[in-house]
């Protein structure tokens, strides 16, 4: 069975600072992929970031990026130049597997 | 191209009623997966279906059951409802193929907020 924990279920951080949200996982399998999604108050979850596990590069997206720590097995989500419109709810997830996700709420 | 769409978007039930609830996935997406969002659970997935084949499910009893039709479009019913299924109901669509690779993306719906009384 695969596994998925975010273990911070709230956060918050100022405006244009840093913040790092963290995922664990468990797996069995040496081919995956790993996700982040925003759910932000409208409900209408998106895709952030993925990586594929055969990649050693970690991901990025503009002000996203993440740390994938294969052997570790943990999958972190850091938002630079944190902006208002990025407080939601961060869900990490594996195939179709997610975690319980983190509140993130961005400060003026 | 348009969005997932699931329908309604709130539903108020009683407790022993059954519910369906509606997702149309993007165009070309043959995929189809569903969630039940709680705020102490997050998102559990409940099943994904395939070219109308259930091909993953989740850990639920059987009261939640669902299909797909030949044009993708999928349904949820959960019959003999418990004040516990009250949660938003997430679908969500893919460009899965025949073997999943699970790298696709999932494109989600707005979801449909039931409500047991």
């Known amino acids: 069975a695969q596994t998925v924990t975010q273990s911070q279920p709230e956060m918050s951080v100022q405006e244009a600072e840093t913040v790092t949200l963290s995922c664990t996982y468990d797996?069995?399998?040496?081919?995956?992929?790993l996700f982040w999604y925003k759910q932000p108050p409208s409900r209408q979850m998106i895709l952030v970031i993925r990586?594929?596990?055969?990649?050693?590069q970690n991901a990025t997206e503009n002000r996203f990026s993440v740390n994938f720590q294969k052997a570790a097995k943990s999958f972190s989500l850091k938002i630079s130049d944190s902006q208002l419109g990025d407080t939601a709810m961060y869900f990490c997830?594996?195939?179709?597997?997610f975690g319980k996700g983190t509140l993130l709420t961005v400060n003026p | 191209k348009a969005g997932v769409t699931q329908t309604p978007r709130y539903l108020i039930k009683t407790r022993g009623q059954q519910v369906t609830l509606s997702c149309s996935p993007i165009?070309?997406?043959?995929?189809v997966s569903w969630y039940q969002q709680t705020p102490g659970q997050g998102l559990q997935f409940l099943f994904e279906y395939f070219s109308e084949t259930q091909r993953n499910k989740g850990n639920f009893p059987g009261r939640f059951s669902g299909r797909q039709f030949s044009n993708s479009r999928s349904e949820m019913n959960v019959s003999t409802l418990e004040l516990g299924d009250s949660a938003l109901y997430l679908c969500?669509?893919?460009?899965?193929?025949?073997?999943?690779?699970?790298?696709?993306?999932?494109?989600f719906g707005s979801g449909t907020q039931l409500s047991v009384l």
């Open positions: 797996t069995s399998e040496n081919n995956y992929y």
């Open positions: 997830a594996l195939k179709l597997t």
């Open positions: 969500a669509s893919s460009q899965s193929t025949g073997t999943p690779n699970r790298g696709e993306k999932l494109f």
């Open positions: 165009s070309g997406h043959r995929s």
């Open positions: 990586q594929e596990a055969y990649k050693q």
